[in-house]
């Protein structure tokens, strides 16, 4: 069941770079939740390529289309299905590479564990799989914002070494982070960022970075006790974006310098019922949201598919060098931005649904 995620708002993707088409299918949402594909289609938009010189100059549209699942704009509480077509293939791009498998990607995994692969654009490896995982967030988006009041925004927040100033997380806005290329809501650190992908990509090199993402309004209650909660669903669902390497939550891996006495997050009462005073727990303890900002961030590693040679070895464990000749990123971080909040979303979907269900 590898291209599922979920319990009761349950995702399955499908479709390889450069097959017919990709999408998903989405089981489990609510009835009677208005939806189009007017409100898939933007998340699609800041995933796609060819949104700016910093990212593939591969010029996808990524026009989503719901097969199943709505009538009238309405959901019907039935599988909704969603295709995207792939249009720009060049698998001649992939040519030199179909012999040699690409260091620090996915060619040579596939091939040892399926005996076979897609032959060019690396098949379900390649960020066109995240289409379906953009276009099932946007629903669970649509049911958690109209249900519950929830909303998500990611950003980047650094990339090689830069790092963005603070990021206020209750007043981020998704149209704030769009101000800019980068997708960074600090104009300065944005600008810094902005050159040193050109720089990198003036080098035929890549770089990485982190992605930081804040789900507001989230009640207290969601996340299951003990294996699925609230933070290892997140970890688990961010870790599976193509790219990633590392999760933390609230405070994370700086909280290790800090005293209980500083850490603690002192409970207030506040106008909806207790809350806390500061917020380095993240919004869940105990693996249960506790109704403050769920916050989190995201490493991603520098790509693998670069344009300088590599030394390396082909299949055959015969010595040569490796250019890679396809239209790659420098730097995934801003289209990865949306499949950071759609995986939040399709988390928080099913702890949505999985606390529903206990309601008597
Ligand atoms: C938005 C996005 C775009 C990506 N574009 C590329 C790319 O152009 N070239 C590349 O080598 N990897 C790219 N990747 C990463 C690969 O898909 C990924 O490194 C590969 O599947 C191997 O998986 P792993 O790095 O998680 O081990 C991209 C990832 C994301 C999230």
Not at 42 to 62: F, I, V
């Amino acid at each position: 069941m590898s291209s599922t995620i979920g319990t009761l708002f349950r995702v399955t993707t499908f479709g390889e770079s450069h097959c017919k088409g990709v999408g998903a299918v989405v089981d489990g949402c609510t009835p009677k939740l208005q939806l189009t594909e007017e409100d898939i289609q933007p998340q699609l938009d800041r995933r796609r390529p060819g949104q700016s010189d910093l990212s593939t100059p591969r010029d996808e549209a990524d026009h989503v289309t719901i097969l199943s699942g709505t009538e009238n704009g309405l959901t019907l509480g039935t599988p909704i299905a969603l295709l995207v077509h792939n249009r720009d293939q060049k698998p001649g791009d992939y040519k030199e590479m179909q012999n040699i498998p690409r260091p620090s990607h996915a060619d040579y995994t596939y091939q040892m564990k399926y005996g076979i692969r897609a032959s060019s654009g690396g098949g379900r490896s390649s960020a066109r799989e995240a289409i379906g995982r953009v276009a099932a967030g946007a629903v669970a988006e649509k049911m958690l914002l109209s249900n519950y009041g929830v909303e998500i925004v990611a950003w980047v927040s650094s990339a090689g070494s830069i790092q963005s100033n603070q990021v206020d997380m209750l007043t981020v806005t998704r149209s704030m982070v769009d101000k800019n290329t980068v997708r960074c809501p600090d104009s300065p650190s944005a600008k810094s960022m902005e050159e040193l992908i050109r720089e990198v990509a003036e080098n035929k090199d890549s770089i990485g970075g982190t992605i930081t993402c804040v789900c507001r309004s989230c009640p207290a209650g969601w996340g299951e006790p003990v294996f699925d909660k609230m933070e290892a669903r997140l970890a688990q669902a961010m870790l599976s974006i193509p790219a990633t390497k590392g999760f933390e939550i609230g405070s994370g891996f700086r909280g290790t310098q800090m005293r209980g006495s500083e850490h603690n997050d002192p409970f207030i009462q506040k106008k909806s019922g207790l809350g806390t005073f500061t917020n380095f727990s993240g919004g869940v303890q105990g693996g249960i949201s506790n109704g403050e900002p769920v916050y989190f961030r995201v490493a991603f590693k520098p790509v693998a598919t670069i344009g300088q040679s590599q030394k390396t070895v082909d299949f055959n464990g015969k010595e040569t060098v490796l250019e890679a000749k396809g239209r790659h990123d420098p730097c995934v971080l801003p289209r990865a931005v949306p499949i950071v909040e759609s995986m939040a979303a399709l988390v928080l979907a099913d702890l949505a649904l999985i606390q529903e269900s206990r309601k008597p």
